[in-house]
T-cell receptor, first 110, second 114 residues
């Protein structure tokens, strides 16, 4: 139990579907992150939020839409995804430089 | 700019043997360095970190790493491998604390041979 909870753990969706990934942290941290982990690639930072404000968007396609309603919750809204978007999506939080990760949401796009 | 290189995407060791996972960094200023471990179907978990205090850092599960500025290295070691150590290990660096985020290496998958 890392204090960062991600749901769902597994998601299969078609290219025309709309779905969302949810992340909740119980650590009182001010920063939250979305990372994408694909096979044989380095961990890719997608979005960063500090105190609910987006501070970083690493040229992520608009079919990924983040939402951070408060410092404890982070969503990743997904629509019209491509098969190459299949990956493990990791949420993390931090207070300082140490990241605390959730267990990830394994996304498969058919 | 900061970067980190992990030599060897796959490492196999026998149970009870020494584990050595290599990490070299590039940074124009003194960095902070981290090792994370990822077990199958889980997220990343912090093993240990170097934040400019002692150069030999001890972490969880018997792992340790030594910061060597002259070699720009932060190799991870464990004297005696256990079957439960089988996982993927990631080295990460941060140096420009105002603007940068953690930069991760590509990971090393550790296999333990019974």
């Amino acid at each position: 139990e890392t204090g960062v909870t991600q749901t769902p753990r597994h998601l299969v969706m078609g290219m025309t579907n709309k779905k969302s990934l949810k992340c909740e942290q119980h650590l009182g941290h001010n920063a939250m992150y979305w990372y994408k982990q694909s096979a044989k690639k380095p961990l890719e930072l997608m979005f960063v939020y500090n105190f609910k404000e987006q501070t970083e968007n690493n040229s992520v396609p608009s079919r990924f839409s983040p939402e951070c309603p408060n410092s404890s919750h982070l969503f990743l809204h997904l629509h019209t995804l491509q098969p190459e978007d299949s990956a493990l999506y990791l949420c993390a939080s931090s207070q300082g430089w140490e990241l605390f990760f959730g267990e990830g949401s394994r996304l498969t796009v058919l | 700019a900061q970067s980190v290189t992990q030599l060897g995407s796959h490492v196999s060791v026998s149970e009870g043997a020494l584990v050595l996972l290599r990490c070299n960094y590039s940074s124009s200023v003194p960095p902070y360095l981290f090792w994370y471990v990822q077990y199958p179907n889980q997220g990343l978990q912090l093993l240990l970190k170097y934040t400019s205090a002692a150069t030999l850092v001890k972490g969880i599960n018997g792992f340790e790493a030594e910061f060597k500025k002259s070699e720009t290295s932060f190799h991870l070691t464990k004297p005696s491998a256990h079957m439960s150590d089988a996982a993927e290990y990631f080295c990460a660096v941060i140096s420009n604390f105002g603007n940068e985020k953690l930069t991760f290496g590509t990971g090393t998958r550790l296999t333990i041979i019974p």
